[in-house]
């Protein structure tokens, strides 16, 4: 039964640990190779059959986990250059003009700072007019 696990290490020691990886799948190909060509021997003359479907499923699972190794080899990888992108992205994003942000800084300070004049102007003519609607009431208060 297949697991999977995990366990975590540095960025840059990826590219060794897929390499030990694929020097274990690669030592696996070589043991394979040599069960294959221990079939073939076997076969010539007298031979089981029995021992020969065995040996032959041996082989078929052996070369189905270094499948499975290369697959791991192949997400990890990806996960690796997704990593790097990242990064890169990352420090791209951080290195902003001074000046740029200063002037996003200042547009943003005086953006707010017309919005709150512009309500505050409102709020004015607003009093101004409740004033000017008062004193016309008074006056008509006053005739009356």
């Known amino acids: 039964m297949k697991v999977n696990i995990q366990y975590s ?8 640990k897929v390499r030990e990886f694929l020097q274990g799948g690669s030592a696996s190909l070589a043991d394979i190779v040599h069960d294959i060509d221990d079939i073939v021997s076997c ?6 059959i029995e ?10 699972r052996d070369l189905a986990n270094i499948d499975h ?3 791991d080899c192949t997400e990890i990888l990806h996960g690796y250059q997704k990593a790097l992108v990242q990064l890169r992205e990352n420090k791209e994003t951080t290195q902003v003009d001074p000046a740029e942000t200063l002037q996003t800084f200042n547009i943003e300070k005086y953006s707010e700072q017309l919005k709150a004049l512009s ?3 409102n709020s004015m003519e607003n009093l101004t007019e409740g004033n000017h609607d008062n004193e016309t009431r008074n006056e008509e ?3 009356g």
């Open 69 to 71: 190794t290369m697959l």
């Open 51 to 60: 021992k020969a479907l065995e040996q032959i499923d041996k082989v078929r």
């Open 43 to 48: 076969m010539k003359g007298s031979f089981s």
């Open 141 to 143: 208060i006053e005739e």
């Open 119 to 121: 309500a505050l102007s």
């Open 9 to 16: 290490i540095e960025l840059d020691e990826i590219p060794e």
